[in-house]
């Protein structure tokens, strides 16, 4: 049988180098989508031929894939640096977690 239980716990510390990670593959696929976008905008007014066109095209999305996930990176570790100098002056933030167990045990 499975239990849930409530439990509080306190977040005193984000690793720098996870949260940075996850920024980068958001923005890598906000980029994606922006890639995309801008592709489809441009590509049909210039007048480079298929090829040219499919070229440009995969070459715009992954560039645009790639800066915006270095963008993203840089400030997700940011971001981190700078929560962990609130959290140390604030002590953190309390996060609410539902634990499940099997058999009634935690």
Known sequence: MKCLTKEKVRVKRLGVWSVA???AVLSALYGLVAGILAVVATVPVID???IGAIGAGIAGI???MVVW???GFIGGA???VV???VFAVQGGIEVDLDVESVGGRP
Request: charged share 0%; proline share 0%; no cysteine.
């Open 21 to 23: 990670l996850f920024f």
């Open 48 to 50: 480079i031929g298929l």
């Open 62 to 64: 992954l560039i645009a």
């Open 69 to 71: 996930a270095i963008g």
């Open 78 to 80: 940011i971001a981190a």
């Open 83 to 85: 929560y962990n100098l």
